[in-house]
């Protein structure tokens, strides 16, 4: 089993599979609603292991997840794409594509037990392109 994270934008980089621990997809709908509501968003929470570069890695991918954080509203490139696939056996089980996506909380975390940290990504889709969202899986991984 394993996770691909692909995030493009200005700068487009790919976390490290062995970093992905899980992957959390959500619908948010008012607790309050009684019925089916247009005020609906999408969620993606990723978390992980920070892992440092070494044997000649150019970079450590979760580096750039906690600088895109950083982006200010007032900047397009706080929107980007990103795309989770998640693969068991050989088969897609779920592939997950928000278009127009933006942080809405980052954490790292680090202790002197373990030697190596861990991270928290939750990103949302802009909501005028909710529609734009596709969630696919069931077949054969390329």
């Not at 019925?35 to 070494?54: P, W």
């Not at 979760?62 to 056996?89: F, G, M, N, Q």
């Not at 975390?109 to 069931?138: A, H, N, R, S």
Request: charged share 30%.
């Amino acid at each position: 089993m394993s996770y691909r994270v692909t995030v493009e934008g200005m700068e487009s980089f790919e976390i490290a599979k062995e970093c992905v621990r899980s992957v959390k997809f959500t619908t948010d709908i008012p607790l309050d609603s009684n019925a089916r509501t247009k005020d609906v968003g999408s969620t993606l929470v990723i978390t992980g292991r920070i892992l440092t570069a070494v044997d000649g890695d150019p970079f450590d991918s979760t580096r750039k997840l906690a600088l895109w954080s950083a982006v200010p509203a007032e900047k397009a490139d706080c929107y980007r794409k990103v795309t989770i696939e998640h693969v068991a056996a050989g088969i897609m089980e779920r592939k997950y594509y928000f278009p127009n996506s933006f942080v809405i909380d980052y954490k790292e975390e680090f202790g002197d037990v373990e030697g190596t940290g861990t991270f928290t990504l939750t990103i949302k889709q802009k909501k005028d392109k909710l529609g734009l969202i596709t969630v696919e899986g069931g077949y054969p991984a390329a």
